[in-house]
């Protein structure tokens, strides 16, 4: 078994991911990963060697779904997303239905990645929408 990518979400300059790894009795475990290379390419020597811990790094692994998503912050919902692993495609759109924080905009974006089919992407956008 290998470590999966379940959601990543990018902006400028860095990506958030979060990674699984199934288990042999079914149940995942879960790390986030964050990843600002992007963005600390622009900073200066001072401010790098401020930050460079936080540039690139892994969290700890975490059992329990609730834990893992809130591992990804916040913000993660604003940003651009980028993969969706087809086991958690309902899991990860039930949040992103709920939410009040996702631009419409991105809801088709989310849409597209949670169901490759399309009229089934087209039924969930429209009661995203109701």
Not at 8 to 13: H, N
Not at 64 to 89: E, I, Y
Request: some cysteine; proline content about 2%; hydrophobic content about 35%.
């Amino acid at each position: 078994m290998k470590w999966e990518i379940i959601v990543k979400v990018a902006g400028e300059g860095g990506s958030i991911c979060l990674y699984g790894w199934k288990q042999k009795d079914g149940t995942w475990v879960y790390t986030r990963e964050n990843d600002e290379r992007t963005l600390a390419d622009m900073l200066n020597q001072e401010d790098y060697e401020t930050l460079k811990g936080s540039v690139h790094h892994f969290s700890s692994i975490v059992q329990d779904w609730n834990q893992a998503t809130s591992m990804l912050g916040r913000n993660w919902l604003r940003l651009l997303p980028r993969c969706v692993h087809p086991d958690f495609s309902e899991k990860i759109w039930e949040i992103i239905r709920t939410s009040d924080v996702v631009p419409s905009h991105r809801l088709r974006n989310w849409a597209k990645l949670c169901f490759s089919n399309q009229d089934e992407m087209v039924k969930r956008l429209n009661q995203a929408n109701q």
